[in-house]
């Protein structure tokens, strides 16, 4: 799948643009790569590849004008789960797009009532804890509140996301506490700059 330019940029290009006014607003809304085992230190079972393609500001997000939504690719390998998690501001679409199913589970945040919402872009009724399985070209909107999580199954998927305004510093709550960045223990030179990275350049700059 074709990828915006800055996907192919390795660590030192991230780092020779980063002072530049153009590379600015792409570090600014957090547009690149990002890995994650979510603290769990297993990242075959618990964790998740993504690309975040396009976002806008909280600024943005706050005024409700400018670029008020946001996109990201999603990698999971088979069996590979991201863990159960709602977000407080954010409403979200999940589609899958290629691969095997993706299956998806939402629960409310109090008690067990009906979730309801798109699924396909047909309104439904999701049980709680019912299992969604979102077939390629298919979808499910998660709404902001409603806790989620989801699984490859059956062979790797590739996933998008879109959402409103993306904020994964302070708009992940996970109902089993976990880290959204969690620290990387590198073995090999980094040869990309992962999305956490940004803040310490930005503070730099």
């Not at 991230?14 to 590379?23: H, I, R, S, V």
């Not at 998927?157 to 089993?176: P, W």
């Amino acid at each position: 799948m074709p990828l915006p330019g800055f996907a192919a940029w390795s660590r030192a290009d991230w780092l020779a643009a980063a002072p530049t006014p153009a590379a600015r607003p792409a570090l600014e809304r957090g547009l690149g790569w990002d890995v994650t085992d979510f603290g769990r230190g297993d990242f075959d079972r618990v964790g998740l590849v993504l690309c975040t393609l396009r976002n806008g500001t909280l600024a943005e997000r706050d005024s409700g004008s400018g670029q008020t939504y946001a996109e990201k690719l999603l990698v999971a390998q088979n069996g590979q789960e991201t863990p159960m998690h709602l977000h407080r501001r954010k409403a979200e679409d999940i589609i899958n797009r290629g691969g095997a199913a993706l299956v998806v589970e939402l629960r409310p945040e109090t008690g067990d009532g009906d979730i309801i919402t798109l699924v396909d872009g047909l309104e439904r009724a999701v049980r709680a804890g019912e299992s969604l399985h979102v077939e390629p070209g298919q979808s499910v909107q998660v709404p902001a509140g409603v806790y989620h999580r989801f699984w490859a199954d059956g062979g790797a998927v590739l996933a998008g996301e879109v959402s409103a305004v993306n904020d994964d510093v302070d708009d992940n709550l996970f109902l089993d506490p976990s880290p959204r960045y969690p620290s990387v223990d590198e073995d090999a030179p980094a040869r990309y700059l992962l999305v956490s990275e940004y803040a310490e350049l930005l503070a730099a700059g």
